[in-house]
């Protein structure tokens, strides 16, 4: 089992940022994706950012919306996006996923693939 758990949200006015955090804890698996993931209301979860870990090998991949404003990052103990630049659509929950590798590593951004969730963070950007 993972434990996976946000923080950072908030309120905050277009063009501001915020970091979010996700602290990540129980089985470690050499090869998995974890990342982020959001949520408006009346839509479908979708993919942020995320970080696929091969073994010695990193890569990730954002989603077109997040790019060039968004950054994620981690390190032994966590997950982290530094959101910048923020606009009202980026309001939402946002969730912080992971999943073995064979299960994601294929479509890293699709959220039926990931298994393991935290309980999602709100963010919300007033203009």
């Known amino acids: 089992q993972v434990q996976l758990v946000e923080s950072g949200g908030g309120s905050v006015q277009a063009g501001g940022s915020l970091r979010l955090s996700c602290a990540v804890s129980?089985?470690?698996?050499?090869?998995?994706?974890v990342g982020w993931f959001r949520q408006a209301p009346g839509k479908e979860r979708e993919g942020v950012a995320v970080?696929?870990?091969?073994?010695?090998?990193?890569n990730t991949y954002t989603a077109d919306s997040a790019k060039g404003r968004f950054a994620i990052s981690r390190d032994d103990v966590g997950v982290y996006l530094q959101m910048n630049s923020l606009k009202p659509e980026d309001s939402g929950t946002y969730y912080c996923?992971?999943?073995?590798?064979?299960?994601?590593?294929?479509?890293?951004?699709?959220?039926?693939?990931?298994?393991?969730w935290g309980q999602g963070t709100q963010v919300t950007v007033s203009s």
């Open positions: 996923g992971a999943a073995a590798y064979g299960d994601c590593y294929f479509a890293p951004l699709r959220q039926s693939e990931y298994n393991y």
């Open positions: 129980g089985k470690s698996y050499s090869r998995h994706c």
């Open positions: 970080i696929v870990t091969d073994s010695g090998n990193r």
